[in-house]
């Protein structure tokens, strides 16, 4: 990609409300765009870094055997009401009169799964997609963190019996250590309360950052975490830690499935209501938390595996036209006739792993140099591609 054709440029200045690293940075990168309050327009490059991230977690969640679909986000108010989430969950969901914007899926899902379930043969079933969510968002605030609009992988399990319900949901939890650690998190292990989902505790996954909205008490023996409103324990035995959600797993028994007469027949030839458990990943919150975990006072600093582009090519001088050539498709060309400085600049704010320069100075060669170090290298093009 030439920087001189990609839209938007890097702005000089944050956004005056501006108060956390994600917000300001990767507005600034031209990474998000700001419609309103809680809602955002993934830009080109921010639009890369989410695919990339998306991409991550389909790979693991297919690992699992789970298949992914698109579900619809207008959902009728019939549905909701069956559970008695149209009202307990009013304060949350953005509702007209007949219809409800999806804040997610459990009563869309069960009403899909028992057009289609008859048999413990059918299960279980394992499904996921990736789509918007829209939650009425008290105090949409912390850039990108908190959206009323955002982008969630949510994932729907139905079991015959308890038993191979949790082993699922054990083998889901170590699917998404996998995913936070190739996103190059550190996460905590968190017993939390479930909120408008369920009376059982839930799993978060908390990534321990000072802008997290999230209080959690970490047990220093076990590096597991309980969040602060379920905790009953005694404050010196634990670090409090302050900390953003990342993902969230759920376990729902037979509640749901019981309320909305999802059955299959048993072996033994009894009705029996499935047992049920969703499993969430915001991706566009995932990006800003790799943003506030990965950065300097000179701008993002991102894991190989989200960067948008691996290197970030700056020419002088006119030079560079060849070594892009050469490079394929993973990097950003800074072609434009500015600075140096202004393009060294632009380069540590946009935060890609490698930086590349070609100018009259380094001849056949380029001058290598990581976002996250200072150490130069001057190497040729063969040992780079290599
Ligand atoms: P929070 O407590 O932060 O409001 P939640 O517990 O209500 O979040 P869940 O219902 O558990 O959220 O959603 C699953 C995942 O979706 C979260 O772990 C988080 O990654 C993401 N998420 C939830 N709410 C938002 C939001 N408003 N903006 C962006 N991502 C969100
Ligand atoms: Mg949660």
């Known amino acids: 990609m030439r920087y001189s054709q990609l839209f938007p440029k890097t702005k000089r200045d944050a956004p005056k409300d501006a108060v956390a690293a994600n917000h300001k940075l990767l507005v600034r990168g031209g990474y998000i765009d700001q419609l309103m309050a809680g809602s955002w327009t993934l830009l080109p490059l921010g639009w890369r870094v989410v695919a990339k991230i998306t991409q991550i977690i389909r790979e693991e969640?297919?690992?699992?055997?789970?298949?992914?679909?698109?579900?619809?986000?207008?959902?009728?108010?019939?549905?909701?009401?069956?559970?008695?989430?149209?009202?307990?969950?009013?304060?949350?969901?953005?509702?007209?009169?007949?219809?409800?914007?999806?804040?997610?899926h459990e009563e869309v899902v069960l009403d899909l799964v028992r057009?289609?379930?008859?048999?413990?043969?059918?299960?279980?079933?394992?499904?996921?997609?990736?789509?918007?969510?829209?939650?009425?968002?008290?105090?949409?605030?912390?850039?990108?963190?908190?959206?009323?609009?955002?982008?969630?992988?949510?994932?729907?399990?139905?079991?015959?019996?308890?038993?191979?319900?949790?082993?699922?949901?054990?083998?889901?939890?170590?699917?998404?250590?996998?995913?936070?650690?190739?996103?190059?998190?550190?996460?905590?292990?968190?017993e939390a309360a479930g909120g408008v989902f369920t009376g059982n505790h839930t799993h978060e996954f908390q990534v321990a950052a000072s802008s997290g909205e999230d209080v959690i008490y970490v047990d220093p023996k076990t590096g597991t975490g309980i969040n602060k409103e379920i905790f009953a324990g005694e404050e010196k035995d634990y670090k409090k830690v302050q900390a953003i959600e990342v993902g969230n797993i759920f376990s729902f028994g037979t509640y749901y499935s019981e309320k909305m007469g999802v059955d299959f027949t048993d072996k033994d030839g009894t009705k029996k209501p499935?047992?049920?458990?969703?499993?969430?990943?915001?991706?566009?919150?995932?990006?800003?938390?790799?943003?506030?975990?990965?950065?300097?006072?000179?701008?993002i600093i991102w894991p190989g595996s989200v960067a948008p582009f691996k290197y970030h090519l700056v020419g002088?001088?006119?030079?560079?036209?060849?070594?892009?050539?050469k490079l394929g498709d993973d990097v950003l060309f800074d072609d434009r006739d500015v600075s140096a400085g202004e393009k060294f600049a632009d380069a540590d704010l946009l935060g890609c792993p490698i930086r590349l320069v070609v100018s009259d100075k380094t001849g056949d060669k380029i001058e290598a140099k990581r976002r996250d170090s200072e150490a130069i290298k001057l190497i040729d093009i063969a040992s780079l591609l290599d």
Do not use: C
């Open 61 to 104: 969640m297919n690992a699992t055997g789970a298949q992914e679909m698109l579900m619809p986000l207008l959902h009728p108010k019939e549905v909701w009401e069956e559970t008695g989430r149209w009202e307990s969950a009013a304060e949350v969901m953005y509702q007209l009169d007949n219809f409800g914007l999806a804040f997610t």
């Open 115 to 190: 057009k289609h379930l008859e048999s413990y043969l059918d299960l279980p079933i394992k499904i996921y997609h990736f789509s918007t969510k829209f939650r009425n968002e008290a105090r949409a605030t912390g850039g990108i963190l908190r959206g009323r609009e955002f982008l969630m992988k949510d994932l729907y399990s139905l079991h015959a019996s308890e038993e191979d319900f949790w082993k699922y949901y054990e083998e889901v939890k170590q699917a998404y250590l996998k995913i936070f650690k190739r996103v190059g998190l550190d996460v905590i292990v968190t």
């Open 274 to 299: 499935v047992w049920f458990g969703s499993y969430g990943i915001g991706q566009t919150r995932l990006m800003g938390a790799i943003v506030e975990i990965f950065h300097d006072d000179k701008g």
């Open 316 to 325: 002088l001088n006119g030079k560079g036209e060849d070594v892009y050539k």
